[in-house]
């Protein structure tokens, strides 16, 4: 059994929360591939799955629901009937109908949903809530939870978990585009970065707002902190997710 790992992670802490998980249920050697789906398309590579492995299929939560270039470029990965674990990583708010849309997702594509795991990581907007995690405490608790999924495999379970959620889904949300400020350099990282080209090499100053998906990619990969929403606007989020973020939110396993 390879254990894969199928990833949308524009900031990097779905990445994070993904390897956690990843390194509780794997063991010597049967490590998998790691598919990254927030890159170009061109960059996409279909993994080589076979029915007998896991594939860990991690994925942000944008306004309680799984983004839906997310959900695009999922469902063109062939599962070859494998396994699958199924994590929303959200911003310490909640995620809502997310792991519910994604269970719904990967089984539709032929994927065996035998767990699923709401994980927390620094918010993608407003970055001190969750701040710095997944933190020490996440990444045990992750593994924690990798190992009870690697138990499950090794009893031959396979039952679907019931999960959180509700259908019809939470109606999606738009949300801020990124643009650049007076500290832009024109390096360029950020229209390189961008997973669908929102952003021109010839004007690295604007933004295409049909196609901006809101994920915040541009702003983690500048390197000057030339990129963001303004002050007005950072405000105004953060202030909207001071409740609902005030306390700690921890992972939450379903198995």
Do not use: W
């Amino acid at each position: 059994m390879k254990v894969h790992q199928l990833i949308f992670s524009p900031t990097g802490g779905t990445r994070r929360v993904s390897a956690s998980l990843t390194a509780g249920i794997q063991a010597e050697g049967n490590e998998g591939e790691i598919v990254d789906l927030c890159v170009k398309p061109a960059q996409i590579v279909q993994p080589q799955l076979e029915e007998h492995d896991l594939v860990v299929i991690a994925m942000p939560v944008f306004a309680g629901r799984v983004p839906a270039l997310a959900i695009e470029r999922l469902s063109a990965i062939e599962s070859h009937q494998a396994r699958c674990v199924i994590v929303a990583v959200y911003g310490n708010r909640a995620y809502d109908d997310a792991l519910l849309e994604l269970k719904d997702v990967a089984t539709e594509r032929g994927f065996r949903v035998i767990a699923a795991v709401g994980a927390v990581a620094e918010h993608s907007i407003a970055r001190e809530y969750g701040a710095g995690r997944p933190d020490a405490a996440d990444q045990n608790a992750l593994q924690a939870f990798g190992g009870k999924i690697a138990q499950k495999i090794a009893n031959g379970d396979e039952t679907v978990p019931a999960l959180p959620g509700n259908r019809p889904y939470k109606k999606p949300m738009e949300g801020p585009h990124p643009k650049a400020n007076k500290h832009c350099n024109d390096c360029g990282l950020c229209a390189k970065a961008c997973p669908v080209g929102a952003i021109s090499m010839d004007n690295l100053r604007q933004v295409d707002k049909q196609k901006c998906i809101s994920c915040m990619r541009c702003v983690a990969v500048c390197p000057s902190q030339a990129r963001g929403i303004g002050k007005i606007m950072q405000f105004m989020i953060a202030t909207m997710l001071k409740k609902p973020c005030a306390s700690r939110k921890e992972n939450e396993l379903f198995i």
